[in-house]
């Protein structure tokens, strides 16, 4: 599934420059010239207004569309997986067998879910770089940097009531500003069981063909009413083979404009570390679901997570081990130095690179301490995130506004509150389990005679500390984090919870280091604004900037492809679901749903279910829309095969695809195995039913 | 499961000597005195003897008993488990599905399985101390050793015909030459499906209150024809709470003399490595096994010896990361290090800790690169060991006998032999999976523009390389195996085997490496020696050497605990067992064979099926035999429960538990579950009935 992408095995593309479908275009500067060339097709504004702002992301990590002027909200299951299973409970497990509300009344409102549209985006480079002086130290650029910005959001979003967004682009090339509307009062709607969504499970994860209805439906309120939207998305008929389609979402994260210096530390550090965490938490959580079938019910959506990212970030280092991928990427960036350095016009440049390898060196040297204490895989735990928060915000809030961490700026003060006063439930004896193994993490990777281990463990066995802190804690009380929260650093230091106690102990050093990790930041940025200047020169519109989980539009074509020898065609069928349930012999996770196999002879089998194409599209696009020409929806987005992993690093489109839920399928289903009759007449007529 | 076990959590034992129930005690050197102190019980030659010849080692790693004088062997079924593996093909899976043979023609033949009784034991420390002459720097007291023990080996083999193997004890105070009979044509006669010998799966390994019915039955044959034993043990009449028990078999490894030096090596670096690639292969296999049906029965022993492994190996991390633990290794070896520096006596001990400390600092300066490519990390393949064993014979081979790698001494040629030659499947779909899987291991570990790791990757990515090594090479054929094995050098060197040739890329450094690794091995051996004196003349008697997969006897009471506040009575039954399947809703691994619902009323449900006992056993000890004070058999080892898993390290009473099927229980479900008449008779009346 596409929340956690990563990079991958096959590579075909050659050269830089737009290749193919290759892209993940920012709305304001649409590929017109290439889709009129090559498709035929005139992008208009008013085209674009309307899938913008039909388009929405999900702060659960995904993205999603609106398709009916009531408000209601299509993303795959696994994007709203997080919000079934923070409603289930030991008696309802929404996320195992779905649900369905018929009416308005039954639909359940999501905790700490928060839906954004994007209004508008402005481009205001010029006054980000203004703030920062030539001659500043990387550090004090840093703090420029971060002043001017979190000072253009505040504006913003005092002037337009707006979620004000500056977002960076080109590695620091561009800035833009994006102002998003928020809906946070967000109802479930529909939801079919994960074992159909998520059909195949860990095995058929990243393949294809493929059988699953990945879908779940929301909808947003305003003022306690299903809120109204000009635009959204009519329920297509669906696509045939050489279509072509695009895809509006938010790819999460690319890697393709990083250097050498930057990938040879992605390979050879960040993914092997991150691999070993992901197969440590992966054994961890199984080993935990296997006790009891409540064990697995709470641990379900965080070990899918786990189970995700590992397969994804494993296409990705096999990517970056292939050495055709390497030489590739090598003799790209050579092309474009030897062109910096053969011209003066691009003097400023040539130093970019060095710049980047000096920074990279410094990032890697603190990467181990700053991984475990400040990006916390030394913790575990969501009461130590929560203890965290209380801690920070009580020292950040009465700083001005430029001068907070980021998280803590006043233009996302309210998507903080709403994550850190959510009810969510939190169970201790997982939380008990993962923090133990946490530190007993960060006791091998620092040592434990390490004197920052030592006062973190406080003389007791990582096990042992464990239970003294979940149990010591008081922050699972949401009225107390308020309490703490609103009486600021004096109530914060009399409660004396131990969880908060320890995210002081390790603040100190966590902050220092996160300045390190900034100030390298900025100089990457920097050094990287220097060399877009030449690449935008040297290869014009033709591109585009790494993903950034910000609205992009991809397109391509509804196309098969050949895998050892034999065809895959584009689509599957629901045929196919049921042959291979009976290939497999129904043993999970190939097994059906009860329903399925008793509403099978309702089913036209031929319907189309699954369907790949060519869009260029990465972690973060699960749930995007797949649109026609007229703008229709056709499909939603839910995985890339394992041959495109690699695109987060290099496009193709050989093998690499894109798959979707084709919106046939979902209707076919929804009417005939869910009798889910006011969802389809709201998707069929574009509005709630009278 | 005890195949492999480690180190844990809870502690209490203080001080150095003999505590309670402590001791995995030599066969030449019993605890008599204890015994009779604390249970008035007698041990006499006799009695030793005839334990001693009905103790059976298995060298897939685990333990036996001889149980009839036709040569009926028992076992666990997780130690039977391998030959199963190697006995199943895609229509008959044996090891999920159990086996029963009910006359001798169906037995069936197990592939490389030997069987080992040990015979006799001689005291060899003058001799081959002898042999190394003081002053000789460590390499040459290596050679010199190693010399003197194939020597010693080898003229026993020639002079008894038996299976002769110098033991060192006490990290090398002591030198025993050991001498087994063999049986290399063993022979299946009866196992349950996995489901019900492993009932509980991973959930419930190393846990307790247990329901396993963890054997099952073998049968020595010689000539053709069932062997026959004089001594084989009766089938007893089971256990009460608080008997005194024996218990003979094979703890394969303990580390209760290590110095702290070499338990701070084991805890910060040999664990922590251990584990992280004990989760990568779970994570490997179980994505593999989760694929297909048939997938999953070709990793199934493997999956089931990594999650093993890991739940041990985790243990025994916790263990040393609790500050107690190590306070408690530390202050005993304080105690010893005091007396040694306070006796004039003692004096050739003193610098005896800073020598292994020295030593420990080499290893871990070079247990990296050695892991890789000497111990195999980088190349998990069976095909690569068997490429590798070719090369090396042809290269040992025409050595004088004491100058060879250990495993190619004349008297290790026939069990080396067996292994090489053995037909058992190998599937090259799991082989490429885990040798690509590895080789990314290798890349990660050394980094892939390391020279070595290009040369091992010539030039491929890690998946592509693993394919074209599998594919090309021919070690599958057992044919080609011993035409290249007799051909000699020559031989090898002609078939340009893509394996083979891996394996001399990387000869050269590993035996290198390997060699640094034996010289201080051999230092550390010298320093132990010199420890061993002060200890014996402190301890006395009250002592026994850390455990080497050679026969102990350890001793106990069959005796429950509390755990939580509640208490664990010593004995469960099969009313327990249906309880627990209910409790957990049939689920797997809580699901039951279908055999054991239908039979359920045939039963007798208060019939004893697992029990605990205080005895002091290890990994290794799975399948030995618990034998009362008439020397009858009352059950047999299977596991640990989890804060045994401290026994490694240091032994406790308090809580830790050596876990063992009933007598009881087997001969029930036999009866009547599986009609097993002919074993059921066998063991009834210790023949075969005529």
Chains 1, 2 share one sequence.
Do not use: C
Not at 195 to 212: L, V
Not at 273 to 297: C, D, F, I, M, P
């Amino acid at each position: 599934m596409l929340l956690r992408l990563g990079l991958g095995l096959w590579l075909v593309s050659a050269g830089p420059g737009i290749h193919a479908d290759e892209g993940m275009w920012l709305f304001n500067d649409p590929p017109k010239k290439l889709l009129k060339q090559r498709y035929g097709f005139d992008v208009t504004d008013a085209w674009m207004e309307h899938v913008q702002k039909s388009s929405v992301r999900f702060n659960s990590g995904g993205s999603g569309e609106v398709v009916s002027e009531d408000g209601l909200i299509m993303s795959n299951h696994h994007v709203g997986a997080d919000a079934l299973q923070k409603l289930s409970d030991k008696d309802h497990d929404y996320l195992k067998n779905g649900f369905h509300a018929r009416t308005l009344a039954e639909e359940k409102q999501a905790k700490d879910l928060e839906l954004n549209i994007l209004m508008s985006i402005e481009d205001v480079t010029a006054r980000v770089n203004a703030a920062v002086k030539p001659g500043l130290s990387d550090e004090a650029a840093f703090k420029a940097r971060r002043a001017v910005i979190a000072g253009i959001e505040k504006e913003s979003q005092d002037k337009t009531g707006l979620r004000s967004d500056v977002v960076t682009l080109y590695q620091g090339g561009l800035y833009h500003l994006y102002r998003f509307k928020r809906y946070t009062d967000v109802r479930l709607v529909f939801a079919p069981e994960q074992q159909i969504a998520f059909y195949g499970g860990d095995p058929d994860n990243f393949e294809y063909p493929r059988f699953d209805l990945d879908i779940s439906f929301f909808r947003a309120y305003e003022n306690g009413k299903p809120a109204k939207f000009q635009h959204y998305l009519k329920w297509g008929r669906g696509t045939a083979e050489n279509d072509l389609v695009f895809v509006s979402g938010h790819p999460g994260r690319t890697s393709r404009l990083l250097t050498m210096d930057e990938l040879v530390y992605v390979r050879d550090y960040r993914l092997p570390k991150t691999l070993g965490r992901l197969h440590r938490l992966e054994v961890l959580l199984t080993a935990y679901s296997g006790r009891s079938q409540e064990n697995a019910r709470r641990a379900k959506d965080e070990l899918f997570g786990v189970q995700n990212s590992r397969k994804a970030n494993q296409g990705r280092i096999e990517g970056l081990l292939d050495p055709a991928v390497m030489a590739t990427k090598a003799a790209n960036e050579k092309k474009l130095r030897d062109a910096v350095a053969a011209s003066a016009e691009f003097e400023q440049a040539r130093d970019a690179w060095d710049r980047i390898a000096a920074a990279q060196k410094v990032i890697a040297d603190n990467a181990r301490v700053f991984n475990l204490i400040e990006a916390g895989t030394a913790f575990n735990s969501d009461l130590f995130g929560i203890a965290r928060t209380l801690l920070r915000a009580a020292e950040e809030r009465p700083k001005p506004n430029g001068e907070r961490l980021r998280e803590f700026s006043d233009s996302g003060r309210e998507s903080l509150e709403l994550q850190l006063f959510s009810d969510k439930p939190i169970y201790n004896d997982l939380e008990e389990l993962q923090l133990a193994d946490s530190l007993t993490y960060l006791a091998e990777e620092l040592g434990v005679t390490n004197s920052l281990a030592q006062q973190i463990l406080a003389g007791k066995s990582p096990r042992d500390r464990a239970a003294q802190l979940i149990n010591g804690t008081k922050v699972h009380d949401v009225a107390f984090r308020k309490r703490l929260y609103e009486g600021g650093a004096a109530a914060v230091t009399a409660a004396r919870d131990p969880m908060i106690e320890l995210a002081r102990v390790v603040d100190g050093e966590a902050r220092a280091l996160r300045k390190i990790m900034e100030t390298q930041g900025e100089a990457k940025q920097q050094a990287h604004a220097k060399i877009a200047k030449p690449r935008f020169a040297l290869e014009g519109t033709r591109n585009y900037p790494d993903a950034t989980f910000t609205l992009r539009l991809a397109y391509g074509t509804v196309k098969g492809y050949k895998e050892g020898g034999k065809s895959i065609p584009a689509h599957t069928t629901f045929a196919g679901l049921y042959e291979r349930a009976a290939e497999q012999q129904y043993r999970p996770p190939f097994d059906l749903p009860k329903i399925w196999l008793d509403r099978k002879r309702r089913l036209d089998l031929k319907t189309p279910f699954n369907f790949v194409s060519t869009a260029d599209i990465i972690g973060g696009n699960s749930g995007s829309p797949v649109i026609d020409r007229g703008g229709e929806l056709v499909g939603i987005i839910f995985d890339g095969n394992i041959q495109s992993l690699v695109l987060d690093f290099i496009y193709t489109d050989e093998v690499a695809r894109a798959v979707s839920v084709d919106t046939r399928g979902i209707l076919e289903a929804l009417r005939k195995v869910y009798d889910a009759k006011n969802v389809v007449t709201e998707l069929n007529i574009g509005k709630r039913a009278q």
